[in-house]
């Protein structure tokens, strides 16, 4: 199987849809209703907010023969050097291959100056969880917040990153 990893397209919108509601079905179940599951990627993956990620940039697939099989979202960099893994989310017939990796590591090498990238991690989310501290990510806060009506755990890792000064 080879996979592919490239920036975000227009074309790519309802395959990246796709992908997210089969990833938050299998990791949010017993965690959250499917209804508030539902409803949440209604609205972040709608095309409005789509066409605004691709506008911003830092946004890639990972495709294989079949099609999008995963996908990162990063936020720009600040002026500190911090930005913001928003999402990376795999097909669940995909997890444990190394695609998640490859699309982290495509973010860190394009993202000019990123010295702190973090993430929030729901605390029940143990793939999730294996995942970024398997990278090097590091707790910095554990909080609760509200998601739409109901009480999630939330973990907060940053994973520093070297920077080359030239």
Known sequence: MSVTVRALDQNDFQSVREVAQASWHDTYDG???RHVQDAFLIEAYNDYNMQQRLMRGGFWVAEDE???IGFSNF???????????VAIYMHPDHI???IGSML???????LMSLRYLYV?????????????????F?????????????????????????????
């Open 66 to 68: 079949n099609g999008i």
């Open 138 to 166: 590091k707790v910095v806060k554990e909080f609760d917040e509200v998601f739409a009506g109901h009480t999630l755990s939330t973990v907060r890792m940053v994973l520093e990153l070297e920077v080359d000064e030239a």
């Open 96 to 98: 444990g291959q190394g």
């Open 104 to 110: 982290l590591q495509t973010g860190i090498q394009q």
């Open 120 to 136: 929030d991690v729901e605390k029940e989310n143990e793939v999730g969880m294996r995942f970024y501290e398997a990278k090097g």
């Open 75 to 85: 936020t720009p960099v600040n002026e500190q050097g911090d930005a913001d893994l």
């Open 31 to 33: 965690i959250l209703p």
